[in-house]
């Protein structure tokens, strides 16, 4: 049976500033991630035109304070970037494309939101996955205070939005708990 730190090193990746011994580990592990699973992050923002909010691993990986990853048999399945915005703000997520990698998804965004410790603009599967799990929903009169961007129209649902992201106008919602005074 296996101890519960090899249980943790075998199932989980997680990378964040105070699990290394120097600035330059922890930025040089945010890099190496990112880099060896940027092809299979556009692979999953495909049916949305890519991932248009960085246009280079380096960029990405700048931009992200905290990574957490699902292991299977050694490999990386599922991860999900962040950065601190309101709190812990989803930025980026992927999957390998698997079963195991969709399951490792959820159980991410199911943890976050059980922990009430993190939130995310989502569309697409992602909501999908979302509304079914009854994640908290934020109203989208926070929308533009939160993500810091110009929204374009707000749904009647109290919910959904529109913003430009990589020069295309893309609806979203916001899920989850952000750090906000209300």
């Known amino acids: 049976m296996l101890s519960f730190k090899q249980y943790l090193e075998e ?5 964040h500033p105070h699990l290394y011994n120097s600035h330059d580990e922890y930025t040089k592990a945010k890099h190496d991630f990112v880099k060896s699973h940027w092809d299979e992050l556009q692979k999953s ?3 949305m035109g890519g991932y248009a909010a960085a246009a280079s691993p380096e960029e990405l990986a700048d931009s992200l ?3 957490k990853g699902v292991k299977r048999n050694g ?7 962040y950065k601190d915005q ?6 980026v997520s992927s999957t390998d494309g698997s079963d195991e990698g969709k399951k490792g998804y959820r159980e991410i965004s199911k943890e976050d939101d059980r922990m009430k410790r993190a939130w995310a603009e989502k569309s697409g599967p992602a909501a999908r ?14 929308a533009e ?6 929204i374009i ?3 009647e649902d109290g919910h959904h939005y529109e913003r430009m992201i990589g020069g295309h106008i893309h609806k979203k919602a916001i899920y989850g708990h952000p750090k906000i005074d209300r």
């Open 45 to 47: 923002y495909a049916p």
């Open 145 to 150: 205070k939160l993500t810091g961007k110009e």
């Open 129 to 142: 996955i979302a509304d079914k799990m009854g994640s908290n929903k934020v109203p989208n009169s926070e």
């Open 153 to 155: 129209s707000k749904d």
């Open 86 to 91: 309101y709190g812990r703000k989803a930025t």
């Open 65 to 67: 304070h905290t990574i």
């Open 75 to 81: 490999k990386v399945v599922a991860w999900t970037g």
């Open 11 to 15: 199932r989980v990746v997680t990378i």
